[in-house]
């Protein structure tokens, strides 16, 4: 299984659960930089409120499921190339067979008449 598709899901589902969240915001934010650096902060705060919440987290929750189904189809295409010449997706083996069946069939033809040799 490839693995661009469920990404590509992932972060749709994960952009737009954070825009209803972020857009449906309320809050403050506020920075002190101060010497020594130790004594620097950063305070957020920001509520939500109405149906961006559960549809909002809804989203997060679905395009964390694609990501996580993204990451497993990337771990399993990398394990079973190993064994290969190269990528999982990439199959010398599948285009020697395809080759052989185009041949035969070629031949077939020829010797039904239904086509001329070369």
Request: charged share 15%.
């Amino acid at each position: 299984m490839r693995a661009d598709r469920p990404l590509i899901g992932a972060v749709l589902f994960l952009a737009v659960g954070l825009a209803l969240i972020f857009g449906y915001c309320t809050g403050t934010t506020g920075m002190n930089i101060g010497f020594p650096v130790s004594g620097s902060s950063l305070q957020v705060a920001f509520s939500t409120y109405g149906p961006a919440v559960p549809g909002g987290l809804a989203l997060i929750a679905i395009g964390l499921l694609f990501l996580i189904v993204a990451i497993l189809a990337a771990v399993v295409g990398e394990i079973a190339g190993i064994g290969g010449t190269g990528p999982a997706w990439y199959a010398p083996r599948r285009r020697e067979r395809e080759q052989l069946l185009n041949r035969q069939q070629r031949e077939e033809r020829v010797e039904a008449g239904r086509e001329f040799p070369e």
